[in-house]
């Protein structure tokens, strides 16, 4: 299987300037490193502060796009590479992974639960809902059909208390920062195919700018090493999220040299 690239420019939900322009720059730093030419899909518009119910209107058209794209990837049999501006761009991949491939284990890598509905979320963010839509707790429009028994959270420590208790009754995994390791990833894995989605802000703030950077993350060799231990023939797709964009030139090329690092074990043969 060969990797198909796309990247997300259309707002989805979007409250930071730096997460559009983010996208493009990881895409061209991933261009650099894997040699795999991105398809950009969506218009860049302004961040602005709203309501899911006002943003996932507005983000149809995009999720669309990435959502035929996805289907289209994984229908000829290859993986997909997505870089998104937010998580919420995963509202269009993950139904098309539950339909393709019913028996994958999602790695959902975040700071964050993302467990949210309309009826738990206190912030509005649509990026906060993303996971439970995929489930069918709630309606999004662009589908549904995940096993929340095949999902492991991995380094989530920000987790609000209505949506924790809709975590657990789910029986969705979850591994906090401390219990992150090669090993317990790979024993959660078993024989399955892996779908892979880093939020950077999983990872200890300082490394990888992310909005909504939250303290006690993940080191950044132990993701690293994650990325190493993975079989490599058993990843059906990797999604990155949420790199915020400074005004620094700099700044940015230093933070995404670092990403690319971490994440080059990804694409390496084997």
Not at 97 to 121: E, K, R, S, Y
Not at 173 to 193: N, Q
Request: hydrophobic share 45%; charged share 15%; with cysteine.
């Amino acid at each position: 299987m060969t990797f198909e690239f796309i990247v997300s420019q259309g707002r989805i939900a979007d409250r930071t300037p730096g997460a559009i322009p983010g996208a493009a720059l990881t895409a061209k730093a991933l261009q650099e490193l894997t040699g795999l030419v991105p398809t950009f899909i969506g218009t860049p518009a302004f961040a602005k502060e709203d309501d899911w119910s006002r943003s996932l209107p507005e983000a149809r058209e995009t999720l669309a796009a990435l959502q035929n794209a996805a289907a289209g990837t994984l229908g000829r049999g290859n993986r997909l590479l997505m870089v998104a501006n937010t998580c919420s761009a995963s509202l269009a991949t993950l139904p098309v992974v539950a339909h393709v491939h019913p028996n994958a284990v999602v790695l959902w890598i975040d700071a964050h639960g993302d467990f949210n509905t309309p009826q738990t979320t206190q912030s509005g963010y649509l990026g906060g809902m993303v996971l439970a839509a995929a489930c069918g707790l709630w309606d999004s429009g662009h589908g549904g059909g995940l096993d929340p028994a095949q999902i492991v959270i991995v380094g989530a420590r920000d987790i609000d208390p209505a949506e924790g208790e809709q975590l657990q009754r789910s029986g969705l995994r979850i591994l906090s920062p401390a219990e992150t390791k090669p090993e317990t990833i790979l024993s959660l894995i078993g024989d399955a195919p892996v779908w892979i989605h880093v939020d950077w802000d999983v990872l200890e703030p300082g490394h990888v700018p992310a909005a909504y950077a939250i303290a006690d993350g993940l080191l950044p060799e132990t993701l690293r090493a994650i990325f190493e231990a993975i079989p490599k023939g058993r990843i059906l797709g990797i999604e990155l999220a949420e790199f915020e964009a400074s005004a620094d030139d700099l700044e940015n090329a230093s933070s995404l040299s670092f990403l690319s690092d971490t994440v080059s074990p990804l694409f390496a043969s084997g």
